[in-house]
């Protein structure tokens, strides 16, 4: 209802009377009669008690005739001179309050009430419909039409009866950058976002503000969609002098070259290029380059108060934001992998505004705690159509790779964090997924592989927490899921306890792709093409610096390991074979700054020294409807039947070796596990630690450590005799 006056009530507890409700003060209290001239008359309250907040109601009172005991019609109620509409204005004080009743021929009398106290109050704006019109062109003008904006009010009454209360707010401004939105007309030609800030005064004279996104369509043809980026990226990546240096000793015969520098190595087969060879509907993000992601921010049905800018701007940040100088550099995904890279992947893209399924025709996702896992495929299939065809958004923008799919859709679902889900909880835990689509064209691209995750999310391991407010980011979770767009497995098992080890966890929970911090591991960046390796085949010395630096690393294949050449000489390296991988570790960078972020129950290694991993990579070959595991892994790069990568970290759920019925395999391998120094083999209870690292003077010779391994021998069953030492870290 539309206020139509203002009232200030000098009590103890003072309150100012707000613009989006008549707000006039009153109370209950003892029998009184006028003594004016004229007719008198009596008043006396006829409720036991009134409370702070309540709307002044006249049915609270009874006046009638001192004369002949007739109740009085029409009588009013003032006070300091101020009418107070009958159910339209509130009790904003609680106290004793002085009403004045007058009515025609009558005297005015005069009641002292007392109002209670109500605790706990809060007022906010509610967007109750959205404007008619909210996709706007470059000239076009800003239309509030249809805009319906309600006053909402909670508190509970000091008899402790909640009180929730909704009315329209007719007295409210509108701005758009800051410019009255009644004659504001859009200047932009490409595709933006703009909001439209609607503020009025509360109850207690504070500044209620709620907003509504608007779409700014492209009026120019074939623009470029606009993109955020990192060209300001600031944050100062430490490196250091220092170098490990290594002795290697092997008891291979007729080896003509003892290593091969990262410069004599083809690591051009990788998972970019597997990509083409598997044997599922799954297309990976690329993992070069500068690659676009859309993000598309998701309403759903009954938290549309959650689609508010300040939640939008905070997406765009987790996922866009640029480090900046003295932060970490993780404060948001792009940034993450800017630097985990080695500046060669570069996120770009946008957000989009969010999308109301329901708003938008889509009517089957009304109902949240009826998701099931299938559901975020079917919504991030509508909402890329919605973009398209509501946003004309270009996708051919979204595909670098022009491979006819849109390289990654990450879908954000807006929620209130305390909510607790009724329905399938697991369709409202992040995940990675691909949807079952036909290839598009380079000029219409596809769905195919998006991530699903909530706002609470962009809050890492707090994203259970009621308490966002008072925390920071933590894109980690966000930083994972998009480890599996570009085709990185889960490093965890789904089931801990497995038949293999009571707490299996391989790599003790250090990785991004296991418990969702540090950066990723060597055998990760190879996969995606970051970094190639040192080979070593016979007896050497060699020296790396840290792996904070680009191919930093060694790989060490079984004895009868063989090596094809490309025409310039370079050994061609498949990362989809067993071998073991020992790098520099030092505790800086990605590692000290996502770790120093989360408490932990455990220790990592916070000092220096060799880091040994054994790979077993060997992709299943698939053919006849049936897998198995080819005797020349390399078959991968030259065979002409699809692959699947069936030998994964992940011992159960339908990741489980043993669903491909491939003999020998039954779950016993693992796709990356850390060999640790001091002999524990790495588990759920055993995570790596300083102890872990091999430091200046430690060795290691298979049948040392054999107990790492499964059956005590490699994978293959390959022979490995190459042995090695850290001669020093300087």
């Not at 329901?358 to 009304?366: D, I, M, Q």
């Not at 391991?461 to 497995?489: A, Q």
């Not at 093409?529 to 792996?547: A, H, M, Q, T």
């Not at 430091?695 to 059956?711: A, H, L, P």
Request: hydrophobic residues 30%; charged residues 25%; proline residues 4%.
């Amino acid at each position: 209802m539309q206020i139509q006056k203002r009232v200030l009530l000098l009590l103890s507890s003072l309150f100012v009377l707000a613009s989006c409700r008549n707000t006039n003060q009153t109370s209950s209290g003892d029998l009184q009669t006028s003594s004016a001239q004229n007719k008198k008359m009596t008043v006396k309250a006829t409720v036991g008690a009134l409370y702070q907040y309540d709307l002044i109601d006249y049915s609270s009172f009874e006046v009638k005739d001192l004369s002949n005991n007739t109740a009085v019609v029409g009588f009013k109620v003032f006070y300091e001179g101020e009418e107070l509409a009958d159910k339209k204005d509130r009790i904003l004080s609680f106290g004793k309050v002085k009403l004045s009743f007058e009515a025609e021929g009558y005297g005015t009398i005069i009641l002292e009430i007392n109002v209670k106290k109500s605790p706990r109050f809060n007022e906010e704006l509610v967007i109750e419909q959205a404007p008619t019109k909210t996709s706007y062109k470059k000239g076009e003008a800003f239309s509030k039409e249809g805009l319906k904006v309600y006053d909402e009010l909670t508190y509970t009454r000091a008899d402790g009866q909640p009180v929730s209360q909704k009315e329209e707010c007719l007295d409210y401004s509108i701005q758009i950058d800051g410019m009255d939105a009644a004659n504001y007309v859009f200047q932009e030609e490409n595709h933006t976002i703009r909001y439209a800030l609607i503020s009025a005064k509360g109850l207690d004279g504070s500044i209620l503000t709620t907003s509504v996104p608007l779409t700014i369509l492209s009026s120019v043809k074939n623009s470029t969609n606009p993109k955020y980026d990192d060209k300001e990226e600031q944050y100062k990546w430490e490196t250091s002098e220092k170098k490990m240096k290594v002795r290697f000793s092997s008891s291979k015969k007729d080896v003509q070259k003892a290593y091969y520098s990262p410069d004599e190595v083809n690591l051009d087969f990788n998972l970019n290029s597997f990509m083409n060879k598997e044997c599922t509907t799954f297309r990976q993000t690329p993992s070069l380059g500068e690659v676009p992601l859309l993000v598309i921010p998701v309403v759903l049905n009954g938290f549309e108060e959650q689609a508010t800018e300040e939640n939008h701007k905070k997406i765009e940040s987790a996922f866009f934001g640029k480090s900046k100088e003295g932060e970490i550099p993780c404060s948001s995904l792009a940034s993450y992998y800017y630097y985990s890279s080695f500046q060669q992947l570069k996120f770009t893209g946008a957000v989009t505004p969010y999308f109301n399924p329901v708003k938008e025709g889509f009517l089957g996702y009304s109902n949240p705690y009826n998701f099931s896992l299938d559901t975020p495929s079917s919504l991030a299939n509508d909402a890329l159509k919605w973009a398209k065809e509501k946003l004309s958004i270009n996708l051919d923008d979204y595909d670098s790779d022009n491979d006819g799919y849109v390289d990654g859709v990450w879908l954000i679902y807006m929620e209130d964090p305390s909510n607790s889900f009724t329905g399938n909880v697991s369709a409202f835990w992040p995940f990675t997924s691909a949807a079952s689509v036909a290839r598009g064209t380079k000029e219409n691209p596809a769905l195919n592989t998006y991530s699903w995750a909530g706002a609470a999310h962009l809050y890492g391991k707090y994203g259970i927490s009621s308490y966002l407010d008072t925390l920071g980011y933590d894109p980690h979770v966000l930083e994972h899921e998009t480890g599996h767009l570009l085709g990185l497995n889960d490093y965890y098992s789904y089931d801990s306890n497995t038949a293999q080890d009571t707490y299996y966890s391989p790599l003790g929970k250090m990785d991004m792709m296991d418990k969702d911090f540090g950066d990723h591991n060597p055998y990760s960046k190879m996969l995606l093409g970051w970094i190639k390796p040192y080979v070593v085949l016979g007896d050497c010395e060699i020296e790396i610096p840290s792996s904070q630096i680009q191919n930093s690393v060694f790989l060490l294949p079984y004895d009868d390991k063989t090596y094809s050449t490309d025409e310039f000489g370079r050994i061609i390296l498949n990362p989809f074979d067993e071998y073991l991988l020992l790098d520099y570790y030092s505790y800086s960078n990605l590692y000290k700054d996502t770790f120093e972020q989360n408490t932990f129950s455990y220790q990592f290694p916070t000092e220096e020294g060799g880091r040994l991993y054994h790979i077993d990579a060997r992709a299943l070959e698939y053919s006849n409807n049936s897998f198995f595991l080819p005797e020349d892994p390399d078959e991968v790069m030259t065979s002409s039947e699809s692959f699947f990568r069936g030998i994964t970290n992940t011992q159960s759920g339908e990741r489980a070796e043993s669903n491909y019925n491939v003999p020998g395999l039954n779950d016993y391998f693992d796709e990356v596990r850390w060999i640790s120094k001091d002999g524990k083999k790495v588990d759920g209870n055993a995570a790596p630690s300083n102890s872990s690292l091999f430091k200046v003077g430690d060795s290691f010779s298979f049948d040392n450590y054999k107990n790492q391994f499964v059956n005590d021998k490699l994978d293959n069953g390959k022979n490995f005799s190459t042995t090695f030492k850290i001669l020093s870290i300087v």
